[in-house]
């Protein structure tokens, strides 16, 4: 579809969240035809993962935005979608990939939201297509075990912080969820969560060092937990790292489903965003360095640096790889 | 309303599709109104037809939208409604004719949504206005049927086409049904698919002549098969035919109820609208002829010149009316 | 949240309604926490008033909205809210107060929509909170019976108005109920109300003045009727008083529930918008008089002269004593 000035920041750069909630909406389309694609009980895919996303080159207003999804790997009760974004100015016809995704679907039944269906088996054109797709679904799971450890921090508010401090920059959203933000099953769509998080990330981010800042990357998300409509969602969003030219901000999502006597407030989501900040003429500017005070502070910052150069070490990987082929 | 930044292209034109919905809007409350105005089972009025609509003058960021309805006939089942919109500049108070469209609704009893009720008859201020209600009446019943033998066509996509062939510039926009495209029976509003189908026949026009298109006017859009929440719509337009200075799209909308056992994808809508190229001085430019390619794309230039013609003779016929008048 | 484009008018200031609707939902969130605080009935806070409310500063696109929200007094069946909305320009990290908003909200059962629910007490840091409160509960108490009696005025259409009568401004626009303009309980949120409130004032404002308009203040607004999902809401406006520098513009909405056999239109909110109108410097412009023409016009004028004194008076008095402190 066309990119709209509401999809924009000022600079005319069409938001990280506004794509991430095209690609899950892509996804969960062409999930959910594919899990009712065999006489049985009707459902609905959900968004349970987003693996690691990197923006390769930013979007703007009046571009058109093509969106392509295909399921390139099915379990027993889980679907892989692989989502491409390619940004189309059909003024001059120029085409660029933004994008490349890969999610993960769960089919709920229709009729009983807490019963995960059967996912009917692709046909893959090789054998090794359908064994590296088992080595990915067996690596995300691990690494959903592991977040669902890490889910126990709270943001507090700080009085009068210092600039570049985890406390100056340091934001957080309420948003009560409506109908228009659910899925058929009365639960918020894992885009619209998204798209929520990555405004948050990019208030923190243009706060820390107040230029026009875009979305570079976003780390993998792991959907533990629905959030049902009439709740209401905090999203906070914390700095933890800073790179030369990159900011690392963590953010959280709590949910509190108020008017169901039967639980209290609950952590639903949490994601690594990463910023980069641009010049005019679109050049990555230097980043001013995040002090730390805490201990904690400094542990997220050590932290955050590890994901960082874990990360660069295997872009670097990739380029020798792909330079030898 | 006052149009905002999100109704209008770059060019800050409102989109054709923001006042085919807002027409269809207004249409759709007169009308379920009237048809609720005597004691009896409740209903909503579904969007059967919209006649030819012509787009006199653009509408502007910022111009006020001045949209008024009044019934003008009404048969047993059925209800015809004039809609007229204006734009209104508030600063300078210049009212311009935007539109005038011709809607025909049908009350579906809001306890079983495939029982049509009957309409409460108008009073008509003289004989000749049932009469020619009633003519009206029985042109859009032949044409409905008409159209509705037509509509098996299918859009492949094509790979690497040459310019200005109809491969081209062919678009499909997918989009899955929220609540808030819904009436109250829980299907999709008239109006939004016309939005829709409009935001794909600009993207298509924009492709093929990489200019600032507007939408000039819509064919008579006959609604056959409503379409349900959750379903997702593809939305696919193709170019049929060029003149000088105008572009013929074709737009067809297939709904795929996807979570629905009972039935597969279907056609639901199909439409032809005209866009015309503008300069920045708001004067029509020439259009870049279409080049057919196969002869399903040679018969279909063909028919379209038909109308094209037709419609230019209609149109000199009124005129020279007019003039006698 | 960012504002965006589509929030604002052609000179960027933010609508009122847009802030209004912001204040409403930060009240709405917080109410129905604290309602749903204790085991108990589940329900949904609605907005039964809002107090007069000023526009400081005015809000700018691609500033951040600091809403904050704290309940003041709790009555056996009603919460009062006070709401701070802060003004911050993420570049330069400059903050003012935009607005400070008081709401009144009343818990109703989200399984019987009619039976209004006891509200948990708060506790007070001191006794004269507590009474001062309680002074604030009555009074506006008796301010909702007094408005409930003037609540019958209609506004026809009038044909050819001359400039600056109040039939040349006066305006309405019709809106279709959707879900999600709904709470939880299938009644239109209040905040919405106020947006729609405001969009009409304001065109009434730009088309008498015809320059660019920003909202001062709104006075108190009453919501004695709840409006039903697939409603159709008429809202009206008409210019009642002008000052030097400033237009007050009388607003009511009416609600037709028109599938709803059980009732016929009704008057659901009516309320006073101040506009003042501003050169593109941001300084405030004179304002052409209003020309009152038939006997109610006249005694309209006087009754706003009146409320226009009285404010003025409150004002001068507020700064006298702040000024002795």
């Not at 990280?16 to 899990?35: F, Q, V």
């Not at 703007?60 to 009760?77: F, K």
């Not at 039944?109 to 995960?116: E, F, G, H, I, R």
């Not at 933000?181 to 990330?201: N, P, R, S, W, Y």
Request: net charge neutral; aromatic share 6%.
């Amino acid at each position: 579809r066309i990119m709209r000035p509401d999809d924009a920041n000022i600079a005319g750069n069409v938001h990280g969240g506004t794509i991430l909630k095209m690609i899950e909406e892509a996804g969960a389309i062409i999930s959910t035809r594919h899990c009712n694609s065999q006489a049985g009980e009707p459902c609905v895919a959900a968004l349970a993962r987003v693996e690691r996303t990197d923006f390769l080159s930013p979007m703007c207003i009046g571009e058109v935005a093509n969106v392509s999804a295909e399921i390139t790997y099915t379990s027993r009760h889980s679907v892989e979608v692989q989502v491409n974004v390619m940004s189309e100015n059909i003024l001059t016809g120029a085409k660029k990939v933004t994008n490349k995704a890969t999610l993960w679907y769960v089919p709920l039944s229709l009729k009983n939201v807490n019963k995960v269906l059967e996912v009917p088996p692709i046909q893959y054109a090789r054998k090794e297509q359908e064994d590296e797709g088992k080595k990915r679904y067996e690596e995300q799971k691990l690494d959903r075990l592991e977040t669902k450890q890490r889910n126990g921090d709270v943001i507090f508010p700080i009085i009068n912080p210092e600039p570049h401090t985890v406390g100056y920059s340091q934001s957080s959203l309420i948003h009560l969820v409506g109908p228009s933000d659910c899925t058929l099953l009365g639960f918020v769509h894992g885009g619209v969560t998204m798209k929520l998080m990555d405004e948050v990330a990019g208030i923190v981010a243009a706060r820390h060092c107040k230029t026009n800042i875009v979305t570079a990357s976003v780390d993998a998300i792991n959907f533990h937990e629905k959030i049902k409509k009439g709740s209401v969602i905090t999203i906070s969003g914390r700095m933890t790292f800073t790179s030369n030219k990159s900011m690392e901000i963590e953010v959280f999502v709590d949910a509190d489903p108020f008017v169901d006597e039967s639980r209290g407030r609950y952590r639903a989501v949490s994601a690594f965003f990463t910023y980069v900040s641009l010049s005019k003429e679109g050049k990555p500017l230097p980043i001013p360095q995040l002090l730390t005070e805490t201990e904690d502070e400094k542990r997220r910052f050590e932290e955050g640096k590890g994901r960082y150069l874990q990360t660069k070490a295997k872009r670097q990987a990739q380029m020798q790889q792909a330079a030898q082929h």
